[in-house]
């Protein structure tokens, strides 16, 4: 059972690259979630999607756009990254709404850790 | 708005002794409430959750945590610390609904001295 899977887990980009990172889950979730984890800061909400071909913004959405053409799959990518964006970025899915979506919580991947020179 | 205090960034206990993570969240409506566990180089693990009924949760590895809506408090304990538990602790809140967006404290890092 392969939970959520994000690639890659490391890269190195240099500034004004692109680049697109790949979430995928395999426990029919509808709800998934894009954060960025920042040492002091906690993690903060980029983007989000409540089902398939619907995504919302987040906290901290600017510089960052997403796309969820499949239920599995939910896609974050950098058009022009900065070195601001050197962060560790991590995927959830959840069940989906009200108590019951929440009795398991969210499920993470394992992170990428991306570095913008 | 909802928010997520943790205080102390920092907390050092020995093995054997009582942990004690701090979370108090703001909510306008009754919250969810969440730690989640992260190990070095890892994802976030669920440890516990309060959605409704009894207010003292219990999760894994023999933490617990109490729910008290007079003190807006959601605090992490552990009756006796191991070496394993060194790691980074976050709390989490959310009001659930449409989107149950987790909104999640600046964390804790727990250290465990021999």
């Known amino acids: 059972n392969a939970g959520v899977t994000q690639t890659p887990k490391f890269r190195v980009l240099k500034t004004g690259q692109s680049m697109t990172l790949l979430c995928a889950q395999d426990?029919?979730?509808?709800?998934m979630y894009w954060y960025r984890q920042d040492p002091g800061m906690g993690l903060r909400l980029i983007h989000y999607?409540?089902?398939?071909?619907?995504?919302a913004k987040g906290e901290v959405p600017d510089g960052y756009n997403v796309s969820r053409l499949k239920k599995q799959n939910f896609l974050l990518g950098l058009e022009s990254a900065a070195p601001s964006q050197t962060s560790v970025y991590f995927c959830?899915?959840?069940?989906?709404?009200?108590?019951?979506?929440?009795?398991?919580?969210?499920?993470f991947g394992s992170g990428t850790r991306l570095t913008v020179v | 708005a909802q928010s997520v205090t943790q205080l102390g960034s920092h907390v050092s206990v020995s093995e054997g002794a009582l942990v004690l993570l701090r979370c108090n969240y703001s909510?306008?409506?009754?919250?969810?409430l969440f730690w989640y566990v992260q190990y070095p180089n890892q994802g976030l693990q669920l440890l516990l959750k309060?959605?409704?009924?009894?207010?003292l949760v219990k999760g894994i590895n023999g933490f617990e945590a109490e729910f008290k809506k007079s003190e807006t408090s959601f605090h992490l304990t552990k009756p006796s610390a191991h070496m394993s538990d060194a790691a980074e602790y976050f709390c989490?809140?959310?009001?659930?609904?449409?989107?149950?967006?987790?909104?999640f404290g600046t964390g804790t890092l727990l250290a465990v001295q021999p």
């Open positions: 959830a899915s959840s069940y989906g709404t009200g108590t019951a979506g929440l009795m398991d919580g969210y499920t």
């Open positions: 426990m029919n979730h509808e709800y």
């Open positions: 999607s409540v089902g398939e071909g619907t995504t």
């Open positions: 909510s306008s409506v009754p919250p969810y």
């Open positions: 309060y959605t409704t009924g009894a207010t």
């Open positions: 989490a809140v959310t009001r659930g609904g449409a989107t149950n967006k987790l909104i």
